[in-house]
Antibody, heavy 119, light 107 residues
């Protein structure tokens, strides 16, 4: 079955960077999109962007341009999101979610990775 | 950006009630509308895709419908396990946008 296993909790300092991982199994990693979604404490869901591991193409929400960088390693079926220049505003749970296209969207989700930015 | 206006923001209902949650799209999104359920401390779960299609493994008491730019999620007979926050998502135009969520509680 489709599984997305995310990395764990991160406590990081302001102005630093963090890289979150999402290891996929149970499907063809290179033939599906991987989306990233942010959920700030007590808030709703916000779409960050996607990567298509087959060719490395990416699409970002303009709001996260310069903040998030999406990459993928085909050899390990793992997607990554790096967040840079962290502030307290970036403290959130970050989810990865698979899509087979814009119609069949986000049918499987990772368990979430918590990032806390604090000095 | 396409705005997804979700209502109500919260509601309480009794077991066995019929419950309807609505999202209104600010632009035409066709049927590129999905519904997600999120329980506390858990990841969202897709319930409906393509506005009306039941996702795999989702109980048949859940259904989705569309009337113009209004999209609805209906639970025909509420069960205790349905208490959660529900979000809609449009995926026709970038950036994809979610509704603000509807918190469903037991009366």
């Amino acid at each position: 079955q489709v599984q997305l296993q995310q990395s764990g909790t991160e406590l990081v300092k302001p102005a630093s960077s963090v890289k979150i991982s999402c290891k996929a199994s149970g499907y063809t990693f290179t033939s599906n999109y991987m989306h990233w979604i942010r959920q700030q404490p007590g808030n709703g869901l916000e779409w960050i962007g996607w990567i298509y591991p087959g060719n490395g193409n990416t699409k970002y929400n303009q709001k996260f341009d310069g903040k998030a960088t999406l990459t993928a390693d085909k050899s390990s079926s793992t997607a990554y999101m790096q967040l840079s220049s962290l502030t307290s505003e970036d403290s959130a749970v970050y989810f990865c979610a698979r899509s087979r296209g814009s119609y069949y969207v986000m049918d499987a989700w990772g368990q979430g990775a918590s990032v806390t930015v604090s000095s | 950006d396409i705005q997804m206006t979700q209502s109500p923001s919260s509601m309480s209902a009794s077991l066995g009630d019929r419950v309807t949650i609505t999202c209104r799209a600010s632009q035409d999104i066709g049927n590129y509308l999905s519904w997600f359920q999120q329980k506390p401390g858990k990841s969202p779960r897709r319930m409906i895709y393509g506005a009306t299609n039941l996702a795999a493994g989702v109980p048949s008491r859940f259904s989705g419908s569309r009337s113009g730019s209004d999209y609805s999620l209906t639970i025909s007979s509420l069960e205790s396990e349905d208490m959660a926050i529900y979000y809609c998502l449009q995926s026709i135009q970038y950036p994809y946008t979610f509704g603000a969520g509807t918190k469903l509680e037991l009366k």
